[in-house]
């Protein structure tokens, strides 16, 4: 399986953001949807689909169910009716608000897990520290990208070393539940730990210190990549300056107002 390892971090984040900032500026859920379909492509071909994929599902579908409660059936700039129960009123502008908001932030999600699963770390904090990033930003940054892995295996460490003390994990939703809390306790306790270790390990290496620093690992870097990054960074100032001005066109998807001729239910009158 391929995987992103020559491109610099630099470049895959700029990719991230002026992904991220050029489909903020075109406000089109058609854009936003083929943004996503792109990234998904992405990870199957650098082979983190399967760990993108559960972890955008998490994000995306209480989202989208709470899109679809709110804009889908109480949008009171709604004028096309399409069901009627009273209060609540299925609307073809509430379900295009809710397509393009659901679509933008499928957008953003996966353009930044694709980013979060391909980047070495590493590699990111070395480019970050040779180019006099502040240090705290960089670890900041580089914990961020880290946080879930990192609770991930230690609630699986956890799980399996209570599972071998007898604790029973499955079961009806209140064992779960008590299991849960059971969990919780050991885990925050271990990453409370782990804080304090990580301090005195900064502070012991010098991490407040002004002086430049050196780094064992070489990142590769070449001129098309910097010249990449330029590229897009300045069409995601450029995109967002238009959109700011109201100099942008105005792009629009296919219209939601073909459902009142394949709504089941029909169109009140």
Excluded at 32 to 39: E, F, I, K, M, Q
Excluded at 119 to 147: H, I, W
Excluded at 188 to 214: H, K, M, P, W
Aim: aromatic share 8%.
């Amino acid at each position: 399986m391929n995987t992103p390892a020559a491109l610099n971090p630099l470049t895959t984040l700029a990719a991230a953001v002026a992904g991220a900032a050029i489909t903020t500026a075109v406000s089109s859920w058609a854009v936003s949807l083929a943004v996503a379909l792109a990234c998904a492509a992405l990870a199957v071909r650098s082979g983190v689909a399967g760990r993108l994929a559960p972890a955008a599902a998490v994000i995306l579908a209480p989202f989208w169910l709470s899109l679809l409660v709110m804009h889908g059936l109480f949008f009171p700039e709604g004028r096309t009716v399409l069901a009627d129960w009273g209060a609540a009123r299925v609307t073809a502008e509430g379900l295009r608000f809710a397509l393009d908001m659901g679509a933008r932030t499928a957008a953003y999600v996966m353009v930044f897990l694709l980013f979060s699963f391909t980047v070495r770390v590493p590699d990111l904090v070395a480019v970050m520290s040779a180019r006099r990033v502040p240090p705290q930003f960089g670890y900041v940054l580089a914990s961020t990208l880290t946080l879930a892995p990192a609770i991930s295996g230690k609630l699986a460490r956890i799980r399996r070393a209570q599972e071998s003390r007898g604790l029973v994990l499955g079961g009806g939703p209140l064992r779960r539940l008590a299991a849960v809390r059971l969990q919780m306790v050991p885990l925050v306790l271990s990453l409370i730990e782990d804080a304090g270790e990580r301090a005195q390990a900064l502070d012991a290496r010098g991490f407040n210190g002004s002086r430049a620093r050196t780094s064992y690992r070489d990142v590769p870097d070449t001129a098309a990549q910097r010249a990449f990054r330029a590229v897009a960074l300045l069409l995601a100032a450029a995109a967002v300056a238009l959109r700011l001005s109201g100099q942008w066109p105005q792009l629009q998807g296919p219209q939601l107002q073909g459902f009142a001729m394949l709504w089941p239910l029909g169109v009140p009158a």
